[in-house]
């Protein structure tokens, strides 16, 4: 059976495994030009499409892994008979296409002969479905992988960009390179995920014992040069047994679809050559909307229908213009009047309004002159505070005379990457009245400089700590209650309201930030996500939050969700109501959510409170804050509410009884709030306690700040 047919396999499977028992020098292989007929075991979000091609991932969601195994086995190792070592030789055509073009991708795929059909266990993201955090490394897997990883990631590679490398049981690469094709002599560059077909052979030679691989353009006959190779004796790598060959794939942030549309085989022999034009077609990329031609003028033809038509639309586009002023003018005189303002309806996609020019062509790429003189040369004075990416300074643009943030972020070489520049411009593209507005950036010299909105009353940890010793605090709790909704509106924004899903990862007190009128701004977004594109070197480069907002699911999983900003905004409602830090114990060795919780299980929610309030605050609200905050640390993730459901509660659109069905939100607290249809919809005088009535006697403050 040296040569198997398309579709004719499932018939000779059977009959091949008894001659692999019966033959010792046998011989298998297989050629599928499109899988439509191919004997696959597929997983994960894996699948064939009708004309044949494979997509490993698809981009419907974010974090996918799919595997795709020929379904039948092969012996890799023949200990029948030393004197015939074991060749194998494959060849497929791979193309990658994500939702940024060839802009930004996430994260690879993978030629893999494994000892089963599938890769139980594995994580998507760097790991590229092969492995997962406690069996990467290790000899026990029996795993041969031929990565082609579109992301650098600090842990496991040592080329900075995309690549290509083999993998012997790990994701650390024994082997591997930027990717190049050598044609008439002149090596070239080949972009992984330009989303045209690249072709890839891989070989090993069981006599020299040398593994080579070698990738082309689809229209580019071989290299005689490979790529990347390896002498090294695979035979203690592959089980005895059979081993099983195939594909793994895997995402990140970045929807991306990861192809296959044609593949060849063979142990013992050289690879069949694909039938390229035979190949399925890949799909065509969403095309951007193409801009409008230049109208050609023309001669005098005009009509009536011609002239009178513009008009038209001129006065009523005139006339929008002028009522949308003035409903904005009403409102923000109204806002400056009434504070807070009272959204009842979440507007998760209104753009922040502004003045400044400065804003038009955002993020703008700033000069470094132009930074420094805004900072006096990064002087001392200027320096704001020093945040987990980097020191922030204050400044002011020069021609503008707008006050700006700058933020320093040290980065490595691949700072001036498409990527990373596309990455810095969706962030730009995030506009919300709670979100930091970011102005443009700046890079020099391994440095990222960010340019941000000045907040000069910067971030809410300076007022929920104060000084040592001082017991009363200047922020009432209107203020923190208007902080609060104002830090849920925007993180509803971050998840829910714009066209990506953006995962903050580090929602705590420090990384909200308050304007001129105290309203709260959420800074850092989406730089975690800039680290996982190459801007973070070093170990602190893997952000997964701060000790204390970090959901206990996190460890394992490895990956934040929604749900893990949930859980760090729980704690924040639960640090900002009661002043004191979720990172330490602040009772009976209690950290903070479990000590909330017991006050709650002894009927004695209102301890908890800040004493730093004096006992002013509107009982229902605090009830409110501390019962959602738990609520949001529930330990079990798919329990945490949405941030659409926190912004209900929060306007009181939503009975907070939906809460006291929960287990860690006992009914028996609170009467106030159940005899009230909406509890936040009246907030009278009345229910304000004093301090005589609430403040907590018996909390010793073992917390030291
Ligand atoms: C090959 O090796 C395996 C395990 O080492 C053993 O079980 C099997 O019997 C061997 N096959 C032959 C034909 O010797
Ligand atoms: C990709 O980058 C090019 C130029 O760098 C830009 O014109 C294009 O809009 C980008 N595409 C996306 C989807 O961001
Ligand atoms: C890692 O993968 C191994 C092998 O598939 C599996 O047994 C193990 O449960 C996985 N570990 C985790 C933490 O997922
Ligand atoms: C291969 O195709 C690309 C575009 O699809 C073209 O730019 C290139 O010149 C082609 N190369 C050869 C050798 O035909
Ligand atoms: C890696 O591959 C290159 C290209 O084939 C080769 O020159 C080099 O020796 C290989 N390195 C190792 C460690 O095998």
């Known amino acids: 059976m040296r040569t198997v047919a398309k579709g004719e396999w499932t018939l000779f499977f059977n009959l091949s495994i008894f001659l692999f028992l019966l033959l010792v020098d046998c011989k298998a292989d297989f050629v599928y030009n499109g899988l439509e007929d191919a004997y696959l075991t597929l997983d994960g979000a894996a699948q064939v499409a009708d004309n044949g091609l494979l997509s490993l991932t698809d981009q419907k969601n974010r974090y996918e892994i799919g595997h795709a195994f020929f379904s039948g086995p092969f012996l890799f190792k023949n200990n029948v008979s030393t004197t015939t070592p074991v060749s194998f030789s494959t060849t497929f055509v791979f193309a990658i296409i994500s939702e940024y073009g060839s802009n930004l991708s996430g994260q690879g795929m993978a030629f893999v002969i494994a000892p089963q059909r599938g890769l139980p266990g594995a994580q998507a993201n760097q790991y590229l479905g092969l492995f997962n955090d406690s069996n990467n490394g290790k000899s026990t897997n029996h795993v041969l992988a031929v990565e082609l990883d579109t992301v650098y990631n600090v842990e496991f590679d040592t080329v900075m960009g995309p690549h290509v490398g083999i993998d012997i049981d790990g994701l650390s690469s024994v082997n591997s390179t930027s990717p190049t094709y050598t044609t008439n002599g002149v090596s070239k560059n080949l972009n992984l995920i330009s989303g045209e077909p690249i072709q890839v052979w891989i070989e090993y030679d069981g006599i020299d014992k040398e593994l080579r691989v070698t990738l082309a353009p689809i229209n580019v006959s071989k290299p005689n040069v490979p790529l990347l190779s390896l002498s090294r004796d695979l035979s203690n790598l592959f089980l005895s047994s059979s081993m099983y060959v195939g594909f793994s794939a895997s995402t990140q942030t970045v929807l991306t ?193 960010l340019v941000y909105e000045f907040m000069p009353n910067l971030s809410l940890d300076k007022f929920i700590y104060p000084k040592r010793g001082s017991l009363s605090s200047n922020l009432d709790w209107s203020k923190r209650f208007h902080i609060i909704k104002g830090t849920a509106s925007g993180l509803y924004y971050l998840h829910q309201g714009w066209e990506q899903v953006v995962i903050h990862r580090d929602i705590k007190s420090s990384n909200v930030l308050l304007d001129a009128q105290m309203n709260a701004r959420i800074g850092d977004f989406g730089l975690a996500k800039l680290y996982d594109h190459g801007a973070g070197s070093g170990p602190t480069s893997r952000v997964v939050g701060t000790p204390g907002y970090i959901a206990p699911e996190m460890p394992q999983i490895g990956i934040p969700s929604t749900e893990t900003d949930v859980y760090a905004f729980g704690a924040f409602l639960l640090e900002v109501a009661t002043g004191r830090r979720p990172n330490l114990v602040v009772e009976r060795g209690l950290g903070l959510v479990n000590w909330v919780s017991s006050c709650m299980k002894e009927n004695a929610l209102l301890n908890a409170v800040d004493p730093r309030l004096g006992g002013e605050y509107v009982v229902q609200e605090m009830v409110l804050v501390l019962k959602l905050g738990l609520l949001c640390c529930h330990n079990n993730p798919a329990s945490r509410p949405s941030m659409f459901k926190v912004m209900q509660l929060l306007d009181g659109d939503a009975n907070l009884r939906s809460l006291d069905r929960s287990d860690d939100a006992p009914s028996d607290f609170g009467t106030a709030v159940r005899e009230s249809p909406s509890p936040l919809s009246s907030v009278n005088t009345a229910s304000t306690f004093s301090a005589s009535e609430a403040s907590p006697s018996g909390i010793r403050e073992v917390v030291t700040y």
């Open 257 to 449: 679809s990861h192809y296959i549309l044609g593949w060849s085989f063979t142990i013992d022999g050289k690879a069949q050559p694909l039938s390229l034009s035979d190949l399925p077609k890949l799909p065509q990329p969403p095309q951007p909307p193409a801009p409008e031609p230049p109208q050609p003028k023309k001669k005098k033809k005009m009509n009536l229908v011609l002239i009178v038509v513009p008009i038209i639309i001129v006065l009523i586009v005139l006339a929008l213009l002028i009522s949308i002023c003035v409903y904005y003018k009403r409102r923000r005189n109204r806002n400056r009047t009434e504070a807070p303002p009272a959204e009842l309806v979440p507007e998760p996609r209104e753009m922040i309004d502004t003045t400044s020019r400065e804003l038009n062509n955002w993020p703008r790429n700033f000069s470094y002159n132009e930074l420094k003189e805004a900072t006096k040369g990064f002087s001392e004075e200027e320096d704001i505070g020093r945040g987990g990416f980097g020191t922030v300074y204050r400044g002011v643009l020069p021609n503008s005379k707008l006050q700006v943030a700058i933020k320093k972020v040290s980065c490595d070489a691949r700072q001036g990457s498409k990527q990373f520049l596309a990455e810095i411009a969706s962030i730009g593209k995030l506009r919300h009245r709670n979100l930091v507005t970011l102005f443009g950036y700046c890079v020099h010299e391994g440095q990222l400089l």
